[in-house]
């Protein structure tokens, strides 16, 4: 079992920034992906950025350039710095995990909102 508890939303106007964390205990030795989501009202969850165990990492195209994704294996903790925030970047943000046994989690989510 991983538990995922994530901060850092909030309310912020266009062209700010917020950083969002998402810390995983329990099972966390065999955490390979740790990744963000976001899921924007009347539209499917999609993926935002993600990070390998080895720190490889994967953005959607409408987030390159803006998002940094970022995690520490100390901590167990995967950062998604957001700047240039849009309106369209309005969602609840997910962060998710892949263990190497091929079972994911999910954390409670967290609001973004971009004023514009």
């Known amino acids: 079992q991983v538990q995922l508890v994530e901060s850092g939303g909030g309310l912020v106007q266009a062209g700010g920034s917020l950083r969002l964390s998402c810390a995983a205990s329990g099972s966390i030795f065999s955490i390979d992906v740790m990744g963000w989501y976001r899921q924007a009202p009347g539209k499917q969850r999609e993926l935002v950025a993600s990070i390998t165990s080895g720190g490889r990492t994967n953005y959607a195209d409408s987030v390159k350039g803006r998002f940094t994704i970022s995690r520490d294996n100390a901590k167990n903790t995967v950062y998604l710095q957001m700047n240039s925030l849009k309106p369209e970047d309005t969602a609840v943000y997910y962060c998710?995990?892949?263990?190497?046994?091929?079972?994911?989690?999910w954390g409670q989510g967290t609001q973004v909102t971009v004023s514009s």
């Open positions: 998710n995990t892949l263990l190497l046994t091929g079972r994911g989690y």
